[in-house]
């Protein structure tokens, strides 16, 4: 919706767990708990509630919550809540153009369809709700899943893609600009309905899965499996895992190749400079700009603002990104050495207070402020809700946060995810995490008892090289095939995986 994203490599500490992956043996690496993970008990006022793009109807009944109407679709049924019903037919147009460059997806739908891998599963999702996400949505119910759907932040749905998929019958909660008290109320009416227990999740930050574990334990007790796409939401994850209050098997998907390499990376070194062109106008060429974080999202954004002529400094925590960084071309440095001077400043750590107060009171008239990391704690917001400084809203998600002085600094989502806030993020990258999510979904719920633990598992490399290979016809691209000498040479099956488990992918900047 949104993340995302440290970008940085994990070292096991306890031998790879063996478990078997639909017909083949697979080695699958047990996720390691990491030291110093956010706390699962982030309050609800940091909820990760981040933000996606501009939505066709924002207009005469905006002061009408959703709450308060009563809403009907075509067949008579107000299981759901969006902002208008009656927009449905629009959010059907959008949801068919993204199927044009999700043809991966919609190739896995066709073939597993017939099989309904999904026959009985009650799956509950918070994501981002776009035209994107409505094809997964779609694709899991021909296979023969129940979803009901809400958003994993307050700016990221597409009111008429939640008209559309209401009118299907998927029960959405959810429209763009909630409150905080509605994220939570959409949450909560999402899974509590009379009749119907959930099996399944499938979660974009966490916040449903620890609604669940905190308000629903009994039903949380129930769940089949837990598929979780966000650093934030991975990280609370472990945290359960560390507590031994996991008591369900969950598939990280946010450090399989598929997302991490192409969604973090690819997507975002084309979305920074659509939100920012979007919301402000501005020159890319000399601008000094701070990126804080060089995992896969602080690689693409830089790469992006590099090519465009920007002076790019990088902030690290890590020794190992700070040397990928220097022999990128990038001057690495503390934020504090830079501030005064830099334009513009772009977060992508998925930590919290990455800049604080002290430090946005020394940046620069007209300096510009933004985050691309999941959450929405990376820059100190709630610092600048302070009376002596003066909010002015001058475009939708862009606001001039005024100091006693004149100084202005533009903040873009109030600190939220800004390609999902602000702009789209490339359809053809959502293809692939959502092709991964949806054969998460499928492993975890065919897989036959005992095949997993109640700890958290990265996918298998097989499963990675079979989303790959779905994407490939768009390119026309042929794979080679090795000769029985070369496969016995190099130890490997023809028909994969072709590298361990281990094996880290790299990409040029």
Known sequence: MHVNKLGHKHIPNSAPKQIQFVEDKQEFSRFPTKAGRRSLSRSISQSSTDSYTASYTDSSDDETSPRDKIQVNSKG????????????????????????????????????????????????????????????????????AQ????ACNIYSTQNEVAAALSEIGVAVFAWKGESEDDFWWCINKCINMEGWQPNMIIDDGGDLTHWVYKKYPNGFKKIRGIVEESVTGVHRLYQLSKAGK?????????????????DNLYCCRESILDGLKR???VMFG??????????????????????????????????????????????????NE??????????????????????????????????????????????????ELTWERVRSQVDHVIWPDGKRVILLAEGRLLNLSCSTVPTFVLSITATTQALALIELYNAPEGRYKQDVYLLPKKMDEYVASLHLPT????????????AKYLGLNKNGPFKPNYYRYTFPC
């Open 77 to 144: 049924t107000n299981d759901f809540c969006v902002k208008n019903i009656k927009h449905a037919e629009f959010g059907r147009r959008e949801i068919e153009i993204a199927e044009q460059d999700m043809s991966a997806l919609i190739s896995l739908r066709k073939r597993a369809q017939g099989e309904k891998p999904l026959a009985g599963a009650k799956i509950v999702g918070c994501t981002h709700i776009t035209a994107q996400t409505a094809v997964l949505i779609e694709t899991l119910v021909a296979l023969g």
């Open 147 to 150: 979803c009901r759907w809400t």
């Open 246 to 262: 996991l008591c369900v098997p969950a598939m990280n998907v946010n450090d399989s190749v598929t997302k991490q390499k192409f």
């Open 279 to 281: 919301t402000t106008d």
């Open 286 to 335: 000399g601008k000094q700009v701070v990126v804080c974080g060089y995992g896969e999202v602080g690689k693409g954004c830089t790469a992006a603002l590099k090519a465009m002529g920007s002076i790019v400094y990088v902030t690290e925590i890590d020794p190992i990104c700070s040397l990928q960084a220097c022999m990128d071309g990038f001057r690495v440095v503390k934020l």
């Open 338 to 387: 830079v501030i005064r001077q830099v334009d513009i400043i772009i977060t992508c750590t998925g930590n919290k207070n990455v800049v604080t107060r002290d430090q946005l009171d020394r940046m620069k008239n007209g300096s510009i402020v933004c985050n691309m990391g999941h959450s929405n704690t990376e820059i100190d917001v709630a610092s600048l809700r302070t009376p």
């Open 475 to 486: 390119f026309d691209a042929h794979l080679t095939e090795l000769s029985d000498e070369q």
